[in-house]
């Protein structure tokens, strides 16, 4: 079976997978040509509102303490505002959590039903025409 300390190792090793992950998508999308917020900006802004926004959202500071703001926000679950819907992200996080549950919960089952019909079909290989191996292989 698993120890205590495998399980500690393999949650810092899954730590340190987000930890690289969360840091390349914050310096792609820092470094792609022009400003993260074109997508954001119509051509209707003007520079008053595209300078607000630039202060809203921290790209005035430099790249070291964006990324340091970006890791320290992370970790507070404060995850900004969504670009498309305009409003806070752990909040759509939240919406979309009772379904994705579900979802994990059912596939989950689905799997175990598959594992129980795999290993009850292996046990019964050498008991011909038994009842639980003609309803296993029913299933």
């Known amino acids: 079976m698993f120890d205590f300390w495998s399980i500690v190792r393999r949650f810092l090793y899954m730590l340190f997978v987000l930890w690289i992950v969360a840091?390349?998508?914050?310096?792609?999308?820092?470094?792609?040509?022009?400003?993260?917020?074109?997508a954001f900006i119509g051509t209707t802004f003007t520079d008053e509102q595209h300078d607000l926004l630039v202060k809203r959202f921290g790209l005035d500071k430099s790249l070291f303490e964006q990324y340091t703001l970006f890791i320290v926000n992370t970790l507070k679950g404060?995850?900004?505002?969504?670009?498309?819907?305009?409003?806070?992200?752990?909040?759509?996080?939240?919406?979309?959590?009772?379904n994705s549950?579900?979802?994990?919960?059912?596939?989950?089952?689905?799997?175990?039903?598959?594992?129980?019909?795999?290993?009850?079909?292996?046990?019964?290989?050498?008991?011909?025409?038994?009842?639980?191996?003609?309803?296993?292989f029913k299933l």
């Open 101 to 136: 549950i579900i979802l994990t919960l059912f596939s989950t089952w689905c799997r175990f039903g598959q594992d129980v019909s795999i290993l009850v079909n292996v046990t019964n290989t050498s008991k011909r025409n038994k009842i639980l191996s003609v309803k296993s």
């Open 23 to 38: 840091t390349i998508i914050f310096f792609m999308f820092r470094l792609m040509p022009g400003s993260p917020l074109t």
């Open 78 to 98: 404060d995850f900004g505002l969504s670009f498309t819907y305009n409003k806070p992200v752990i909040n759509m996080i939240i919406e979309a959590l009772p």
